[in-house]
């Protein structure tokens, strides 16, 4: 068994985790991390296979509720763990198969079309912002803000409140993301949840009394049909929307871009073939996509190549890295705006795919063809620096840029 | 409008992830190969099944066939 003390938020690595990874493919594809306490997977043929392997599972929300608070601390946060255990990425499967189909539904690349006039408005008016100006700060003036206000108009939130959407979703992705941590997180946590709760349930109270066309309502009418479901499902689902297409959103868009920047001559020829738009996005999420890596449980002990992870180990599925793996990728390293077929591993696999894939996509679709038509040319006042996270490859902001119409 | 008979279900691997939606709607007509990927195996074609596997598909990686 290679067990090894690295830090995985060691400056360096943080910076640039790629020569860190082939370092892992190469050496110890599989090992144990004492400092994270949990095993690390790392080729693109072991992560693939763990993210379809039915005995690792995606709920390590429970363990960390058993295991890590007291008694009295667990009656104290029972809502957050009743909202967190009700949300599909963290359910294994039976309950994970019913709830997951019935959001597919509303998710799928036909349903996220229909989307696509409101997301387009949404773009062009936060790129409206930036008229006049020189230097604009990605992060703040555009990548922090569209994710969340797409989500709160797509669930039929009136537009006044889209700043208190923006407060909550900072908020829950500061506290929730990179593990739950200190009580402290855990009581903040908590009481922005309170807090947003009653904000949906006055949403549903409002659509019932009047029915809109939009998510929060098919929701509803999905709860009416189905026994099991009640209006906390349809609440917690709304969170759990605004929770998951925020920050990896974010993240999307400004590691994109960042990455863009880098490949003049290449967006060049995106300007002459509009068509490479869409290869150029799966390029930019295999390079740099949002999560680094994603975390499950062993359900029971699993044999990997030489390795036992036992029952209750923790495992950390690196996609970073399988996405740049040479037995998979020619080239893996270079960005090639026309790589087709890319099979990433960016947005997961499995039965745990990102619901919210197709939306992310057209998000970051409409935003690159709206910067293309408007700016000439974007430059990166200083080079892009990640913050220290361990799962998720997010821009410290401000990310400066300036803009030439 | 008179309806074609759908004559065969196909997945494009390309694009498949591996979700299991196909194969929790219609188990018989769908299964889960060793790599993650669907194929088709079903004999007789349930055509409201496939259409609902298709439209369900969150990569729309499963063309459908019709007779011409």
Redesign the interface.
């Known amino acids: 068994m290679i067990v090894v003390n690295d830090d995985l938020l060691d400056p360096e690595r943080i910076a640039e985790p790629f020569k860190y990874y082939r370092r892992l493919r190469d050496e110890m594809p599989i090992h144990y991390n004492q400092r994270w306490r949990g095993w690390v997977l790392s080729t693109y043929r072991d992560v693939s296979r763990s993210l379809h392997d039915k005995r690792m599972l995606a709920d390590t929300i429970t363990p960390y509720f058993q295991s890590r608070l007291t008694e009295e601390e667990r009656r104290q946060f029972a809502l957050t763990y009743e909202v967190l255990n009700s949300w599909v990425v963290f359910l294994d499967p039976p309950r994970h198969t019913r709830l997951r189909r019935i959001f597919s539904k509303a998710f799928t690349p036909a349903s996220v079309q229909t989307m696509r006039p409101v997301v387009h408005q949404l773009v062009r008016e936060a790129l409206d912002s930036w008229e006049g100006r020189q230097e604009i700060d990605l992060i703040a003036d555009y990548a922090s803000r569209l994710p969340a206000s797409v989500i709160a108009t797509v669930i039929g939130a009136p537009r006044e409140d889209l700043d208190r959407f923006h407060h909550w979703a900072d908020v829950l992705t500061n506290l929730l993301h990179g593990g739950v941590g200190s009580d402290m997180r855990l009581e903040r946590a908590q009481d922005v949840i309170i807090e947003f709760k009653a904000y949906l349930q006055d949403l549903y109270d409002d659509h019932l009394r009047h029915p809109h066309d939009d998510m929060m309502n098919w929701l509803m009418e999905v709860e009416r049909d189905d026994e099991e479901l009640n209006s906390d499902d349809v609440l917690y689902a709304c969170m759990l929307l605004l929770n998951a297409g925020h920050e990896t959103t974010q993240n999307l868009i400004a590691n994109s871009i960042a990455t863009l920047i880098d490949e003049k001559d290449q967006i060049d020829r995106m300007g002459q073939e509009p068509t490479l738009i869409k290869t150029a996005i799966e390029e930019c999420l295999r390079l740099n996509g949002p999560m680094k890596g994603t975390m499950r449980i062993a359900g029971e002990d699993i044999e990997i190549r030489d390795e036992t992870i036992r029952e209750g180990d923790r495992i950390m599925l690196l996609m970073a890295s399988a996405n740049r793996d040479p037995e998979k990728f020619e080239n893996p390293d270079s960005f090639r705006i026309d790589r087709w077929p890319n099979p990433h591993l960016s947005f997961g696999h499995g039965i745990h795919f990102c619901l919210g894939a197709p939306l992310a996509r057209l998000e970051l679709e409409l935003t690159l063809l709206e910067l293309s038509k408007r700016f000439r040319a974007l430059e990166l006042v200083t080079p892009a620096l990640y913050q220290p996270r361990i799962l998720s490859r997010s821009i410290e902001p401000p990310l400066r840029l300036t803009i030439a119409a | 409008m008179a309806l074609k008979r759908l004559v065969k279900v196909e997945i494009d691997h ?1 694009l498949c ?5 196909c194969t ?2 219609d188990p018989e007509g769908f299964k ?1 190969d060793g ?2 990927h669907a194929v088709y195996v079903g004999d007789n074609i349930d055509e409201d099944l496939a259409e609902e596997a298709a ?6 990686a499963i063309k459908l066939i019709y007779e011409d």
Not at chain 2, 17 to 21: E, F, P, W, Y
């Open positions: 390309d992830v591996g979700s299991s939606m929790g709607i889960m790599e993650g439209g369900i598909c969150p990569v729309a």
